[in-house]
């Protein structure tokens, strides 16, 4: 079964910037959409940036700070994220939604900007 990993979490004061990496175990079929959703404590999982047909879209919250990208190697994305705020916080997860029955998640990566 694919798995999504990421990686490129950590501790980052206001203001740095961090790169988010994501990478299937194996090969995912006609891939409709990529993702990145984020969960901060005591709230709800919310959609950051996806990338669908060449076009990309963004929460409010990030625009002109994130921005999400494909790699060149098949079934990767990445997060680079700039100009960081303690309320970018959470957990963040990839999501990439293809053919199959059921999209595919990763397991998570923290994200903690504080000074």
């Known amino acids: 079964q694919v798995q999504l990993v990421e990686s490129g979490g950590g501790l980052v004061q206001p203001g740095g910037s961090l790169r988010l990496s994501c990478a299937a175990s194996g090969t995912i079929v006609s891939i409709l959409t990529m993702a990145w959703y984020r969960q901060a404590p005591g709230k709800q999982r919310e959609l950051v940036a996806r990338?669908?047909?060449?076009?990309?879209n963004y929460a409010d919250s990030v625009k002109g700070r994130f921005t999400i990208s494909r790699g060149n190697a098949k079934n990767t994305m990445y997060l680079q994220m700039n100009s960081l705020k303690p309320e970018d916080t959470a957990v963040y997860y990839c999501?990439?939604?293809?053919?199959?029955?059921?999209?595919?998640w990763g397991q998570g990566t923290q994200v903690t900007v504080s000074s």
């Open positions: 999501y990439i939604n293809s053919i199959a029955p059921t999209p595919y």
């Open positions: 990338i669908s047909s060449g076009n990309t």
